[in-house]
């Protein structure tokens, strides 16, 4: 009906376009900017939870809740004796404001009440003993702690989060306008549908964010708007798929809070983590046994008529392996479990031929590695292997090589090898920085053009300051999972947030560059932005690992509000 | 924590891959997007190997080509016929370079807007050539093969140019099938692809080298017996023309009379001023570059004599040849032909032609006595009666080809009034004499551009 309206009225729909192509990235560099600030630039200020009182009484203060005692001056409490060893023991706080000591390997050993231990949890007046020093644990007061989350950089209001909120939906509410009125007829009703849908959503889980008192929204706004542009690629190259993406993006929501619920508790994540082993690598099992080939890679799975590609879910699974708190991290240095888990998740996907999802998870493990044991030259090693073993792949998978072939040739074969990122990049330069108009783009006649170049597609309709603003929402995200880092509760969130938006920066610099012939063409998934259901899953998965480590006070609803941390907001 | 918090570091490092990565892209996409854009096969821009986002008219606003989806000519066929071998036709048998050349300014592309223009509206591209004088051309030239050239000598537009044998892009002949040779070199734009042996016309080239060179050549007197012996070899004339001041020899077109200033002249002389005229140059414009010409007169005397008159291995381009009859014709500096006039989209112009002027290549003095015996021609021997309305200067040409074909025949000139400021050329294959082929076929077209100019 609303369609028939328009159609009656081209005149309307030209000024419509030539006024939204401009108005379009304006909004979302609005949007993108209020959510991105507050992200890239709140307050770190080390935070005091207790403090460690030597005989000479001196007090160390006690930072984070994850402490390396020992001489080495890179340790968070810093005891430079020469009996005490350079990484001596991990002094750890927990969600109800007990503390733990932990031995790790330590030539002296950790004595408390002048019996030595492995691992203790202390009480008030335990005498810690390492490298002869005596020496208490005196956590901070009540008080103390309720000033503290009072003083903790927050996350931004509730107001900004609505306000953002409204300006997104206006900006679906104009993407869905310019579809509906641009496309077919009978597309309309599953376009509205789709853009309808991620508006419902993301007043939903504003609605229960406010219900458990969270208040910060930035990096799922983020997200939303990322979900908001692939809808639009989807309208413009397969609307009947909006539908089947939308309840894509609510499974990825569910699979978000999921998995953010998991990790709000360090020792039922810590559980989880061996769950999500098992799951990672039997995902790729299966498909390897039972998996459809489709496009040369054998990693569908194909379930009645819904059809998963379960590697996908392996990511998230994977970000879960990797992570580790730091007792367990300073005291078993020794990678080879890991290393020995990843080649076999490697190894798998490398016989499903999916190697743009092999190529994601090593860099996935180079970032873990790296994150774990601080070794340059373990990362060397593991890319010299990979080095060997992708040539090895190249000569068993000429496929592959067909694609490194045509990497910075295109031009050369433009209706072959070259012919996907060839129309890429005319799309996008026929687009300019403003697009040519929803609705009006040619890429939809490329294979793929809503998924591995979906970048193409929206470049060419919105025009390249959108696709700027999109690579730039990602870069964000990252630099506010690495900010985090230091005030991170647990290393186990710092090492799951900085994996996870590193998963993140690597399928956008293979899909991204790729389709720009900058890279070769891998055929990996931008993600929130392609159509593909597991991917969305998967990027949801992700952003959760992003959201536990966000410590802002009563910013996350995977970080638990500390126990009376917040009597002001309790 | 310490320890690992900086480790997110190698975070930054993928962020700082994809920024720099990205980074380079742009600087990529602003260098190179406008490559891209108009790349054999953009989307936007072509169907295939065709343009196909704009329309083609001729000077009067006449729809020529519309590309805007698909291609559809012209209505009238004559009109199709005569406009073939510019707007090419559907499967890239004949390239229109001119076209494509802009593809750009036809698409309307800019690095900020893209191709995007407000309602989809599409790019005209005018051209210089009217339609009507077109296919009067084609209709003069009948079924000869050749071209017939007119273009306007001061500011470069081309008026008209066509090549025969053409055909109708909507109804294509079966040239596979064809055993008649009717369709020999009928992909050709034969105007600005082909070379052809001069003969007499190059005599005018000869002429302004001693008019330049030799100071009192005006003032000599020339004998021709029909024949001219030259170290026991002949230059012929068809009869003999007897005594003839340099004027007669030039209008009786002696080839005896220029055989002798051409060995006076001497070969490197002669091949010193063909190159200062530019006479075998390769002429660029609009992204058509023409066919590059010839012409040797280094070796034996009789060599020299014959390259003199425009015959041994002389080869001219019809349209680089009329460009040096524009310096003839408009004061010693020729002017480069051009055939797009301008491109707009929707309100937008997003191209303008200009007009181009060479160095002068010839003197006043020697422009003016050029002119006066070129006017001579025609007042005494071809006869102004065919050029009503016009004062024509010209001069004629029968180009021996050998084998059993006809001579070829040639006419070059261009009319001196100051309201049709028109240079123009005739090439007919296989043909026999210039005067008797030509003229009339320049009559009809120089007609037809008169009146397109009234209009």
């Keep these: 009906m609303l369609t028939g309206a328009f159609d009656m009225n081209p005149t309307f729909y030209n000024v419509y376009i030539s006024i939204l192509r401009y108005a379009a990235p304006i909004l979302a560099a609005i949007i993108l900017f209020r959510c991105i600030l507050p992200l890239v630039s709140f307050r770190r200020e080390p935070e005091i939870w207790g403090w460690l009182c030597l005989p000479d009484e001196t007090k160390l203060p006690i930072t984070h809740w994850e402490n390396v005692i020992g001489r080495s001056k890179r340790s968070d409490i810093v005891v430079d004796f020469p009996t005490v060893s350079r990484t001596h ?60 989350a009072h003083h903790r950089a927050r996350g931004s209001s509730f107001l900004t989060g609505l306000s953002n909120v409204l300006l997104l939906t206006l900006l679906q509410i104009f993407c869905c306008l310019a579809y509906v009125m641009g496309g077919q007829t009978d597309s309309a009703q599953s376009v509205l549908l789709g853009f309808g849908g991620i508006m419902v959503c993301q007043w939903l889980l504003l609605l229960f964010y406010v219900c458990i008192r969270r208040v910060s929204f930035e990096v799922e706004t983020i997200a939303f708007f990322l979900c908001t542009m692939g809808m639009a690629a989807i309208a413009a190259v397969c609307p009947e798929e909006a539908i089947k993406q939308l309840v894509a993006m609510g499974m990825g929501l569910v699979t978000f809070l999921l998995v953010g619920w998991s990790l709000r508790d360090l020792e039922r994540a810590k559980k989880i983590r061996y769950i999500a082993a098992v799951a990672g690598i039997g995902f790729l ?10 496009y040369g890679a054998k990693n569908w799975l194909v379930i009645g008529s819904v059809s998963i590609q379960p590697s996908e879910l392996s990511k998230v699974c994977f970000v879960f392996v990797g992570a580790s708190a730091l007792d367990r991290l300073v005291k078993k240095r020794n990678l080879l479990l890991f290393i020995g888990y990843s080649v076999a998740m490697c190894g798998c996907l490398a016989l ?19 994150l774990r044991s601080g070794s340059v030259g373990t990362l060397a090693l593991a890319v010299t292997a990979l080095g060997f073993a992708g040539v090895v792949a190249l000569k068993i998978a000429p496929h ?64 390249l300051i959108m696709v700027v603003l999109i690579v730039l929402s990602i870069v964000a995200l990252a630099i506010f999972a690495v900010r985090s880092a230091i005030l991170g509760r647990s290393s186990f969130y710092t090492i799951g947030a900085c994996t996870a938006s590193s998963i993140l920066l690597v399928q956008v610099i293979l899909n991204t560059l790729g389709t720009v012939d900058v890279l070769p063409l891998t055929g990996v998934t931008f993600p929130f932005l392609s159509n593909g259901g597991s991917s969305m899953i998967c990027a949801w998965g992700l952003l959760a690992f992003i959201k536990a480590a966000d410590t802002r006070q009563n910013a996350s609803f995977a970080v638990r509000l500390v126990k009376n941390g917040g009597e002001e907001d309790e | 924590m310490n320890r690992i918090a900086g480790r997110g570091v190698i975070t930054l490092l993928l962020a700082l891959v994809l920024v720099a990565g990205f980074s380079f892209f742009i600087a990529e996409f602003v260098t190179q997007a406008d490559d891209w854009a108009v790349f054999s096969g953009s989307p936007h821009v072509y169907n295939g190997d065709n343009i196909n986002c704009g329309v083609v008219v001729d000077r009067d606003h006449i729809l020529l080509a519309d590309m805007q989806d698909g291609r559809e000519y012209s209505a009238s066929e004559a009109l199709r ?26 698409a309307g592309f800019d690095l900020v807007g893209g191709v995007y223009s407000y309602g989809d509206a599409s790019g005209v591209v005018e051209l210089t050539l009217s339609g009507t004088a077109q296919q009067a051309a084609l209709e003069a030239m009948g079924s000869y093969k050749g071209t017939v050239a007119v273009y306007n000598y001061k500011t470069g537009q081309i008026l008209c140019a066509v090549t025969t044998p053409a055909y109708d892009p909507d109804n294509v002949p079966d040239i596979d099938k064809d055993t008649t ?33 030799i100071g009192d050549i005006q003032q000599r007197s020339f004998t021709c017996a029909g024949s001219y012996e030259i170290q026991g070899e002949k230059v012929t004339c068809e009869v003999a023309h007897g005594q003839q001041s340099l004027k007669g020899a030039f209008s009786n077109s002696c080839n005896c009379a220029f055989a002798q200033i051409a060995i006076e002249l001497g070969g490197k002389t002669l091949m010193e001023y063909a190159e200062k005229f530019g006479v075998t140059d390769r002429i660029t414009f609009d992204g058509i570059t023409t066919a590059a010409g010839n012409f040797e007169a280094a070796d034996a005397a009789i060599n020299v004599a014959w390259s003199g008159v425009g015959q041994h291995k002389n080869q001219i381009n019809p349209c680089a ?85 006809k001579p070829n025949a040639m006419l070059s000139g261009f009319c001196a009034d100051e309201k049709y400021p028109l240079a123009f050329i005739v090439c007919v294959e296989d043909a026999g004499y210039g005067s008797a082929v030509c003229i009339p076929i320049a009559s009809k077209v120089l007609a037809a551009c008169k009146e397109a100019l009234d209009n």
Aim: charged content about 15%; overall charge negative; aromatic content about 12%.
């Design chain 1, 400 to 463: 592959a090589l067909q694609r490194f072939a045509s990497w910075r040739h295109i031009w050369e074969d433009p209706f072959d090898a070259g012919y996907q990122q060839t129309r890429a990049l005319m799309c996008m330069a026929s687009g300019g920085f403003f697009g040519i108009g929803a609705g009006q783009g040619w890429m939809k006649n490329v294979f793929a053009a809503d998924s591995d170049v979906v970048i193409a597609t929206i470049s060419e309709e919105w025009g």
């Design chain 2, 321 to 405: 040849f009329l460009t040096f009859m524009s310096a003839v014709a408009g004061g010693g500096q020729s002017t480069k032909p051009y055939l797009v006039e301008r491109i707009t989209v929707g309100s937008a112009e997003t191209y303008q032609a200009e007009v181009h002027t060479g160095e002068k290549i010839l003197s006043d003095a020697t422009v003016q006595v050029l002119q006066e015996y070129l006017r001579n021609n025609v007042a005494t021997h071809y006869g102004d009666g065919n050029f009503p309305g016009l004062t024509v200067c010209a001069k004629t040409g029968t180009a021996e080809v050998g084998g059993a074909q």
């Design chain 1, 352 to 370: 499903m031929n999916d190697f743009g999802t092999a190529l994601i998870f090593f860099c996935a493990f180079l970032v873990i590695a790296y």
């Design chain 2, 81 to 106: 016929k005569a406009t073939v071998h510019w707007l090419g036709d559907r499967y890239g048998n004949i390239s229109a370079p001119a076209i494509s050349h802009y593809a750009q300014q036809i």
């Design chain 1, 285 to 294: 099992v299966i498909t390897l046994l039972f998996g459809q080939e489709y």
């Design chain 2, 181 to 213: 040779g009717a369709f020999e070199g009928l992909y050709v734009n034969r105007f600005i692809q082909s070379t052809y042996i001069p003969g007499s016309i190059f005599k005018i080239v000869t002429l302004a080298a001693a008019l330049e060179t």
């Design chain 1, 89 to 148: 023991g991990v002094l750890t706080r927990y969600d109800d404001g007990s503390w733990t000591i932990t031995d790790t390997d330590s030539s002296g050993g950790v004595f408390v009440n002048g019996k030595k231990i492995e691992i203790r949890a202390l009480k008030p007046d335990d005498v810690i003993t390492i490298g002869g020093i005596d020496m208490t644990l005196q956590p901070i007061s009540a008080k103390q702690e309720a000033r503290l």
